[in-house]
């Protein structure tokens, strides 16, 4: 599964993208937000706050529910501001 950074969440994980491997129990966004941030500091942080992060499985937004697989692509990113 390859997982995408942007903006400060790029920043603060110290790289815009990695291959990850998640284990059998990681079905969802949730789970993997959850994965991520048990040996990622940085992520773990930033995931803590509801609303901070946004997250995109194969460049469609998703949600905490949606569903994972071993070869999706997931970003994850601050919400969109305008101005």
Same mark, same amino acid.
């Given at each position: &599964? #390859?997982?995408? @950074?942007? %903006?400060?969440? #790029?920043? +603060? &994980?110290? +790289?815009?993208?990695?291959?990850?491997?998640?284990?059998?129990?990681?079905?969802?966004?949730?789970?993997? &937000?959850?994965?991520?941030?048990?040996? +990622?500091?940085?992520?773990?942080? %930033?995931?803590?706050?509801?609303?901070?992060?946004?997250?995109?499985?194969?460049?469609? @937004?998703?949600?905490?529910?949606?569903?994972?697989?071993?070869?999706?692509?997931? %970003?994850?990113?601050?919400?969109?501001?305008?101005?």
């Amino acid at each position: &599964m #390859r997982v995408l @950074y942007f %903006a400060w969440l #790029r920043t +603060r &994980m110290g +790289r815009g993208s990695e291959e990850v491997d998640p284990p059998a129990h990681v079905a969802t966004v949730g789970d993997l &937000m959850a994965w991520l941030g048990e040996d +990622r500091p940085g992520f773990a942080k %930033a995931a803590a706050a509801p609303g901070v992060i946004r997250c995109a499985v194969n460049q469609t @937004y998703a949600g905490l529910d949606h569903p994972v697989r071993k070869d999706d692509e997931v %970003a994850f990113f601050p919400p969109v501001t305008g101005g």
